[in-house]
């Protein structure tokens, strides 16, 4: 995980717990061996503090850049044809 700090998690963590709201966000790491990973963040209320939930979905997120690359790459391709 990021610097909790510096990335501003602390203060969006303070903020579910004072609004009562969930949030959720989807964030870019770059692991200590210099990988870059896609993570999904959940943060719900509970009892006066919060419950955080982090998936990697780095996966699902390559899986979605192909698809548009994909797509862009038969639109270039009609457009010629």
Known sequence: ?????????????????????????????????????????QVVPINGGIAVTTRDISARKEAELET??????LQLSLIHL
């Open 1 to 41: 995980m990021p610097s909790t700090r510096s990335s501003g998690f602390l203060d969006k963590y303070l903020h579910v717990v004072r609004s009562g709201l969930p949030m959720e966000e989807e964030f870019q790491i770059v692991t200590s061996d210099g990988r870059r990973r896609w993570l999904r963040q």
């Open 68 to 73: 548009r690359n994909n797509r862009a790459f």
